[in-house]
C-alpha cells in the first residue's frame, strides 16, 4: 500500500449499502410505531425486567418529524453516553492504526517473525496465522490487515506457495481471529458494554473457542502448503503467481535501519503490553473490588496516548505525528453516522413505547421451542443481517439492546448471546461476497471471487458446525 492511503478507511460503496440498509431499517421502525400496539414490562429503576408484560391496545405512531431527525435526537437519549464513548474510541483507533502504517510498525513486526522462523517454512505459517489472530481477537484488526497482505503474498510466493496461501496468512487469519473474540473492542467490546458485564466475563470459553480456531486455520493453511509445494501447478492462482513478484516488490520497505526497526518494534509492542495489562487491571479492580470501571473509554485513552507516544518515538517530531493520526482519524469519520444510523432503530421503538411489545411477541415466539433451538435461531438471525451489513459495531448497536433483555427472558445468558454475535459477525467476513473488504482484498491480490469461493467454502461448513456444536455446548453447561 502506499503512504498516502489510510490504514482504516470506509468504502464508498460499502458505505452506501450500509447507509440505505439503515434507512430502510429506521423507516420500518417508523412504519411499526402505527401498526403494533403500546405495550411494557415491569422495570426497575436501571430499567431491567422485572415483571410480566402488560398490553394495551392504543398504537401511537411516532411524529414523522422525530423519525426524520431521530439520527440526531439519538444523541440525547440514555443511549447517548455510549454512543459518544464508542465513536470517540473508532476514531482514536483510526488515528493510531495510521500511525502503524505510516510508521512500518506491521511490516516491522512482520520482518522479525520472518527472521526468525525463515528456516521452518510451516513453523512461519502456524507463526503468522497466530500473530494474525491475535490482533483480531484482542484489537479487532481485520480491515487493516489488508495493508500487510501484499507483503505476506510476495513471502508466501517466495517460500513457494502460492497467493491463496499469502491471503489465509494474513486475511483469513485476521477475520478468523475477530470471529474468535478474547477482547475484540468491535464486537464483544461493544456488545458487553451495551449488556452491562465485563468484557472478560465468559473469556475461558473464547479462548477455547480461539485456540480450536487456531489449530483448525492453521493446519489448514499447513496442509494446503504442503500441498502446493509438492506440486505448484496444484494451485488455482499457479498462472497469476509467476507474473506477481515483481509487482509487489515496491511495498517491503527496504531503507529502514537496524536501530530504526528496532525503535518501532519496541514502540509498538509496548502499546500492545500496556493496553492488555490495562485490561487484565480493570477486570481485577471489578473482581475482588466491586467497581466497574467502563472499558472502552479506558482502552481508547491507552491507544491514544500510547499511539501518539510511539508515533512521536519513531518519527521524532509532534506536528507530523499529530497529522497523522488526525488523517487515520478522519479516515473512518462515516462510520460514526452508520453508528447514529443504527441507534436511531432502537431510539424509535422506544419513544414509541413498542419496544417492550416487540419483546414479548420474540418471547412468545421463541418461548414454544427449545433454547437450543432458540440460541441457533439467534446466530442464523445474526449470519443473516451480517450478509447486509458488515460492521461489527454497527450491529452490535442496532441489535444488542434488543437481544440482550430477550435472552434475559427466555433464560439465555448475555455471555452466549454475545458468543453467537461474534460468531455471526466474523467468520463469514471472507466468505460473504457484500464483504467490501474481502473485494478488495482479492481484487489486489489479482484472485477471482469464484476461485476464493472454491478454495474456503469447506472450511466455512466445518466452522458453522463447530460454531453451532460449542453454542449448544455452552448452553448446556450452563455458561
Known amino acids: ?126 507463526v503468522l496465522v497466530l500473530l494474525f489472530m491475535i490482533f483480531g481477537a484482542f484489537f479487532g484488526i481485520f480491515e487493516e490487515s489488508m495493508a500487510m497482505m501484499p507483503i505476506i503474498i510476495l513471502l508466501s510466493i517466495s517460500l513457494g506457495f502460492d497467493t491463496l496461501l499469502g491471503i489465509g496468512m494474513s486475511l483469513m487469519a485476521a477475520a478468523f481471529g475477530f470471529a474468535s473474540a478474547i477482547t475484540n473492542p468491535f464486537s464483544v467490546g461493544i456488545a458487553s458494554n451495551i449488556a452491562g458485564i465485563n468484557i472478560l466475563s ?95 473509554p479506558v482502552m481508547a485513552l491507552v491507544f491514544l496516548l500510547g499511539g501518539l507516544m510511539a508515533g512521536k518515538k519513531i518519527i521524532e517530531q509532534w506536528i507530523p505525528t499529530i497529522r497523522i493520526f488526525v488523517k487515520g482519524a478522519l479516515s473512518v469519520a462515516p462510520a460514526l453516522f452508520l453508528i447514529l444510523l443504527a441507534a436511531s432503530v432502537k431510539y424509535i421503538i422506544t419513544e414509541a413505547l413498542i419496544l417492550d411489545t416487540i419483546l414479548h411477541s420474540l418471547e412468545l415466539f421463541m418461548s414454544s421451542m427449545s433454547p437450543y433451538l432458540g440460541i441457533l435461531l439467534i446466530y442464523l438471525f445474526i449470519l443473516i443481517l451480517q450478509f447486509f451489513i458488515g460492521s461489527a459495531s454497527t450491529k452490535a448497536i442496532l441489535i444488542m439492546p434488543i437481544l440482550i433483555p430477550l435472552v434475559r427472558i427466555i433464560g439465555i445468558s448475555e455471555e452466549l448471546a454475545i458468543l453467537a454475535f461474534v460468531f455471526g459477525d466474523g467468520y463469514t467476513n471472507i466468505i460473504f461476497p457484500t464483504n467490501a473488504v474481502l473485494l478488495i482484498g482479492l481484487s489486489v491480490a489479482g484472485i477471482s471471487y469464484a476461485k476464493w469461493f472454491k478454495w474456503t467454502f469447506k472450511l466455512q461448513l466445518i466452522v458453522l458446525l463447530i460454531t453451532s456444536i460449542v453454542l449448544v455446548f455452552a448452553f448446556a453447561i450452563g455458561y
Open 202 to 296: 465468559g473469556v475461558w470459553l473464547r479462548i477455547v473457542v480461539f485456540i480450536i480456531m487456531y489449530v483448525l486455520l492453521s493446519t489448514f493453511l499447513v496442509k494446503y502448503a504442503k500441498k502446493i509445494e509438492k506440486n505448484p501447478k496444484a494451485s488455482l492462482s499457479y498462472e497469476e503467481d509467476l507474473l506477481k513478484k515483481d509487482r509487489f516488490l515496491d511495498i517491503v520497505d527496504q531503507s529502514l535501519s537496524i536501530q530504526k526497526r528496532k525503535t518501532i518494534y519496541t514502540s509498538y509492542v509496548w502499546l500492545f503490553v500496556v493496553l492488555m495489562a490495562v485490561i487484565m487491571l480493570i477486570s481485577l479492580i471489578e473482581v475482588f473490588f466491586f467497581i466497574s470501571i467502563p472499558a472502552i
Open 1 to 126: 500500500m502506499e503512504d498516502n492511503q489510510q490504514f482504516i478507511n470506509v468504502s464508498k460503496k460499502s458505505f452506501i449499502r450500509i447507509v440505505i440498509m439503515l434507512l430502510s431499517l429506521v423507516l420500518l421502525a417508523g412504519m411499526l410505531t402505527y401498526f403494533v400496539p403500546i405495550g411494557s414490562y415491569l422495570r426497575n429503576e436501571l430499567g431491567e425486567i422485572i415483571g410480566p408484560y402488560t398490553p394495551s391496545t392504543q398504537v401511537a405512531g411516532l411524529a414523522i418529524w422525530k423519525i426524520i431527525l431521530s439520527p440526531i435526537f439519538v444523541l440525547f437519549s440514555s443511549d447517548a453516553i455510549a454512543i459518544i464513548m464508542i465513536s470517540i474510541f473508532l476514531l482514536v483507533l483510526g488515528g493510531t492504526f495510521q500511525l502503524m502504517q505510516e510508521t512500518k510498525g506491521i511490516q516491522v513486526i512482520i520482518e522479525r517473525l520472518v527472521t526468525r522462523f525463515h528456516h521452518n517454512k510451516y513453523l512461519l505459517i502456524r
